[in-house]
């Protein structure tokens, strides 16, 4: 099954093995726990079954608009993150969750809005929240101590170099604290020796890092599998697509 809206600006993967998986029935409900541009909503919907979508991007409303109107009354859009996913379907006042689904990690327009701070090839401001909420990327980098940020690229970010990278990015900030992606990307590559013919930019490990702990990444899936666990009906389906080995592993 594909996704034919032509408004989707993502294009969701693993589509049909999520349909398979999840088998929704019409009259069946249904939580897509990370909503985006609704790619997986839309074909759960065409199946006639209802949908209760969870995100925790407010941006993501003018997708829930449009599906809600292509959709009557089969649909409705809460904001929250994973861990409130349980209050969110009493509130949905639906009876009985016959199928969840977790689309992990960002969209494609979270990371192509330079604005949002997700990405080291666009300059914007280090923001990298998902919803409007909490700490940034720069609040992490200009206050955490050495050993704390050393620990999270090491753990989120599996670089090798944490310990060279968190004294660069303390050396640097005593000067002037980082307020732009760019910025904290030539840092880091400079601490990591340059390009040197690498496959990936040298940032590429300590931005996914830093965006695990600004959303709380890994935590939240570990809230939202045991909500959905807990609220699922007996029989009922869980479908969980994941990004990287961290999240893998906590799925498994
Ligand atoms: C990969 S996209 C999902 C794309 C979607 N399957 C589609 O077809 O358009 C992940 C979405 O989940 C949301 N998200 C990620 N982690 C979340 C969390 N802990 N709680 C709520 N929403 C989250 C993000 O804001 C983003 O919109």
Known sequence: MTDDSPKSPHAPVLLAEVIEALAPAPGDVVIDATFGAGGYTRAILKTGAQVVALDRDPTVQSHADAVANDFRGQFQLIRTPFSGLAQAFADSGKAKLDGAVFDIGVSSMQ?????????????????????????????????????????????????????????????????????????????????????????????????????????????????GLEAAEATLAPGGRLAVVTFHSLEDRIVK
């Open 111 to 223: 990371l192509d809005q330079a604005e949002r701070g997700f990405s080291f090839m666009r300059d914007g401001p280090l923001d990298m929240r998902m919803s409007d909420e909490g700490a940034t990327a720069a609040d992490i980098v200009n206050t955490w101590d050495h050993g704390p940020l050393a620990h999270i690229f090491k753990l989120y970010g599996e670089e090798r170099q944490s310990g060279r990278v968190a004294t660069a990015i303390l050396r640097r900030r005593v000067e002037q604290p980082f307020t732009r992606t760019l910025d904290l990307a030539e840092v880091v590559e400079k601490a990591l020796g340059g390009r040197r013919g690498a496959p990936i930019h040298p940032a590429t490990r300590v931005f996914q890092a830093l965006r695990i702990a600004v959303n709380d990444e890994l935590g939240e899936l570990e809230r």
